[in-house]
């Protein structure tokens, strides 16, 4: 045996000095044009929105990339503050004790945006269905409560753009456009998904149906041009029938008689408590039907039955007339139900404390579910569930009855449509609701027209230029192939 050794030609020194210069020349090359041409270090923007619903105020702190407002899926939920307390419209009595309410959660949001970025950093108040109540009650009221969480407001060092009471067109419309921008629907063309708000005064229902033009009823119609696409959206807020007025009528028609005691079908067997007629009549949603001669108060006890609950929850919607072709409950004009939808805020909170998230069960499963929690006696439900807040345990039964009758018998979904129903509370870290909508509206963030289709992204254009780079330098080597080393076929014997 000999030993045989290959003179290897990528050894002699013009090829690896060739090789070297190219290496550092594409490193050098691509070093420069990624650098050159990286995003600059990300800056943000901010906006803030307070969101004074009936039952609590809640603010949230948004936050997009300074330089790209236009591009949609770019606005983020970054921070959330619940208020302590009731709604604003509570505050009716002592408006300036409103304002106060909000100090701790603006304190938080002087923390939570950066200090150079207080002073541009636009800040609304949008009061909803408990502040409309309040208004139609009480007018001066209502402004009075106005004023106090405004100049509580323009305390802080934000860019204030006003508090005022939201129509319910405008709930329901900026519902369905944050669930739509947060699904990246609405740049892309898509389908658009319906968005159901159950708040604690008034319920929204909002979706774009094919049928629909607006003609048959002008005032449940919304149209939208949003990135080049036009959308007629049908939507209607229902006042009053929010989880917490609702409850109030199912109440209303049970004492109609004044009684000092009722039997509720809604609520568990063994709960028991003392309520108050004034406190009970003190809403516009019930005031007309307060009973003549009713004591001060009257003990309401649980008798747990989904059933007969199911019959009293019927009873507060009106469904004998309608003047159009279809109506969902009260003499409402609905077209076709279309499409899914997201169900959020006290759809989800009691449907997920129930279980019921998940919409491909039967209808039956359902009512089954409910049958069995109503009947529960409430001791054992206390016992079960011994971190969920009393009251909120306590109108399970009724709010899960009456979810799924004011969407099968008051929507009219059925098992098909039922199943398109998604419960949510969050998309891509963002809470689902108006807020996200009312601000993308008013900071002008979404264009009627679709934006210029954007240059080549950054990762494209990097992979672009080292691709090129690599090409040249390949083509460098072989056009110096007349300067390569002549390799001999034969190995040399050494
Ligand atoms: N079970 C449960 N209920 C909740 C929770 N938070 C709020 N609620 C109740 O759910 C209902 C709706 O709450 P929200 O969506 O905050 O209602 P809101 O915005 O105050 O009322 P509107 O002005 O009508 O929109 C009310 O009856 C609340 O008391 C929760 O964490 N769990
Ligand atoms: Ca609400």
Known sequence: MSAMKEKNPWQTPVTIIITVIGVIAIVALVTVAVLQNRPLPQKYKYGIVLDAGSSHTALYIYEWPAEKDNNTGRVEQTHSCKVKGPGISSYAHDPLKAGESLRVCMQEAEQRVPGKRHQETPLYLGATAGMR??????SSASDEVLKAVESALQKFPFSYQGA??????????????????????????????????????????????????????PSNSVTFRLYGNDYNLYTHSFLCYGKDQALRMTLAQQTQSGQASILDPCF?????????????????????RKP??????????????????????????????????????????????????????AYYFVMNFLNLTDTSIPLKAVEDKLNSFCSTPWNQIKQQHPDVKVKYLAEYCFSGTYILTLLTEGYKFDQTSYSNIKFIKKIKGSDAGWTLGYMLNLTNMIPAEAPDSPPLPHAGYVSIVTIMAVLLFILFIVSLRPLWPRCSKQPQIV
């Open 133 to 138: 109540l309040l208004n139609i009650e009480n």
């Open 268 to 288: 568990n067997t063994g709960y028991t408590v003392m309520k108050n007629y004034s406190v009970l009549y003190d809403s516009p949603c019930v005031s007309d």
């Open 164 to 217: 005022r009471i939201l129509s319910g067109q405008e709930e329901g419309a900026f519902g369905w456009v944050t669930v739509n921008y947060l699904d990246d629907r609405l740049t892309q063309g898509l389908d658009t998904t319906g968005a159901l708000d159950l708040g604690g005064a008034s319920t929204q229902i909002s979706f774009v149906s094919e049928k629909f033009d607006g003609s048959e009823s």
């Open 292 to 345: 003549q001669n009713a004591p001060a108060t009257f003990n309401q006890t649980g008798k747990g039955n989904f059933t007969e609950c199911q019959e009293v929850v019927k009873s507060v919607f009106n469904f004998t007339h309608c003047k159009y072709s279809q109506c969902s409950f009260n003499g409402v004009f609905q077209p076709l139900l279309q499409g899914p939808f997201g169900a959020f805020s």
